[in-house]
């Protein structure tokens, strides 16, 4: 079963909302999950290493202020991609560092489309 | 930033055939991943490798950690129509939180 939560699967919204999306790992503590973009047909990319009571990591190119991280508990990371426009549609994914065999469980990923 | 070379981009093949797909590095990686990703959701690991020159296997699929460590292979053998999807290659360098790096994927088709 899915050890990496994410909520919600699909969200479509009228630009310029603020969208906020839920990362959970279920059965594990996470002090640290990473949150990735893809558009279609590409590759996963790592736009920021959340860490749980400090701030995120931001890779290079991310706008902080437009992607804001939470890592309030040992189990749940927060992205708001705020005052989102259609630019920002993508398939965001998140994971959490797993067992020594595992090193990453992701979730299943949330399809935002801006309208 | 660090990236990662997988080859083919995609691959067209017939059912039953063998898939062979690699992927290079400029850097060493102590640990190369295989992932698969179907449609609309997050990817799913299928190997790990932990050693240089490691050879996994995980049911039809096998894969091997070069021994540069900055190289790794996946091959299915006997393909089958589930077996469609996106194959990616990812490395990862050092303790379980440090952030993964993805290659760009290889697409494999099945015709029928």
């Known amino acids: 079963g899915a050890v990496v939560s994410q909520h919600p699967s699909w969200v479509i919204c009228k630009s310029g909302t603020s969208v906020k999306i839920e990362c959970r790992s279920l059965d594990f503590q996470a002090t640290t999950m990473f949150w990735y973009r893809q558009f279609p047909k590409q590759s996963l990319m790592l736009m920021a290493t959340s860490n749980e009571g400090s701030k995120a990591t931001y890779e290079q190119g991310v706008e902080k202020d437009k992607f804001l991280i939470n890592h309030a508990s040992l189990t749940l990371s927060t992205l708001t991609v705020t005052s989102a426009h259609p630019e920002d549609s993508s398939f965001y994914i998140c994971?959490?560092?797993?067992?020594?065999?595992?090193?990453?469980?992701f979730g299943d990923g949330t399809r935002l489309s801006i309208l | 930033g660090q990236q990662l070379n997988q080859s083919p981009q995609s691959m067209f093949i017939q059912e039953g055939e063998d898939v062979s797909m690699n992927c290079t590095s400029s850097?060493?990686?102590?640990?190369w991943l295989w992932y698969k990703q179907d449609p609309g959701e997050g990817p799913v690991l299928l190997i790990a490798l932990y050693k240089a020159g490691e050879l996994t296997s995980n049911g039809r699929l096998t894969a091997q950690f070069g021994i540069t460590r900055k190289d790794s292979f996946l091959n299915i053998s006997a393909s089958i129509p589930s077996d469609v999807g996106i194959y990616f290659c990812?490395?990862?360098?050092?303790?379980?939180?440090?952030?993964?790096?993805f290659g760009k994927g290889t697409r494999l088709h099945i015709l029928p």
């Open positions: 850097s060493i990686f102590n640990t």
């Open positions: 990812a490395g990862h360098r050092m303790n379980r939180d440090d952030k993964i790096i």
């Open positions: 994971s959490a560092p797993g067992q020594i065999n595992q090193p990453q469980h």
